[in-house]
C-alpha cells in the first residue's frame, strides 16, 4: 500500500538552500586545507562553549522541580559544573583540549581493532568476513598507534580530511540544487 502525504505535509527544500549550503561547505573546506590550525583552534573553542552552554542548561535543569527527586539534582548540578569546569579548561588550554581529543580517538581505534580482532579469530561466519574483519582490525590498530606518536599531525590529518570531504560534498550539493532549479 503506497501512501501520499498532503502537499502541505512534505518539505521540500528551494533549489538556493543546496546551492547556499554547498557554497559554505565548500569554503569551510577551503579554510580547512589552506588553514587547518585556525580551524582547530576554532573547533576547539566552539567545542568549549557549546560545553560551557550545555554546563550551564544542566544546572538549570536541575534546579527546575521535576520528578526524580534530590539525588537527581544533586547529579545534574555535579554534571553541570564539571562540563562548565571542562568547557573553561578548553578555552585556557587548546592545546590540552585537542590532545584528549586525540587520546580519545586512539583508545576508540584500539577498541575497534582489537574487537575486530577478536570477532574475526571466535566468530563463526564465513572465513571472507572473518579475514576482512581482521583486516580492519589491524587497520584500526595502525592507526591507534600513529595517532599516539603523532598526535598533533592526527588532528591536522582530520582537519585536511574534513576539507576535502566538504569541498567534494559542497560542489555536489550546489550541482544538485542547481539541476532542480525551476
Known amino acids: 500500500i503506497e501512501t501520499e502525504l498532503p502537499e502541505s505535509m512534505g518539505f521540500t527544500p528551494s533549489w ?11 569554503i569551510f573546506g577551503i579554510f580547512c586545507v589552506a588553514m587547518p590550525g585556525y580551524v582547530t583552534l576554532f573547533l576547539g573553542y566552539f567545542v568549549g562553549a557549546f560545553v560551557v552552554v550545555w554546563g550551564i542548561m544542566t544546572i538549570v535543569q536541575a534546579i ?26 578548553v578555552f585556557t588550554s587548546i592545546l590540552s583540549a585537542w590532545f584528549l581529543i586525540t587520546y580519545l580517538i586512539a583508545f576508540w581505534a584500539f577498541l575497534t581493532g582489537f574487537t575486530n580482532l577478536f570477532q574475526a579469530f571466535t566468530g563463526k561466519d564465513s572465513t571472507g568476513y572473518r579475514v576482512l574483519l581482521a583486516i580492519a582490525g589491524i587497520i584500526a590498530i595502525i592507526l591507534a598507534f600513529y595517532v599516539l606518536w603523532y598526535p598533533l599531525m592526527a ?14 560534498w559542497g560542489i555536489v550539493v550546489v550541482i544538485a540544487g542547481l539541476m532542480t532549479q525551476k
Do not use: N, Q
Not at 545534574?76 to 573553561?88: D, M, R
Open 16 to 26: 538556493w538552500t543546496f546551492v547556499l549550503m554547498g557554497i559554505i561547505a565548500v
Open 155 to 168: 588532528t591536522a590529518t582530520v582537519i585536511y580530511v574534513l576539507g576535502i570531504f566538504l569541498i567534494a
Open 64 to 89: 527546575k522541580p521535576h520528578e526524580g527527586g534530590a539525588g537527581r539534582s544533586v547529579a545534574l548540578i555535579i554534571l553541570g559544573v564539571l562540563a562548565i569546569i571542562l568547557g573553561l579548561i
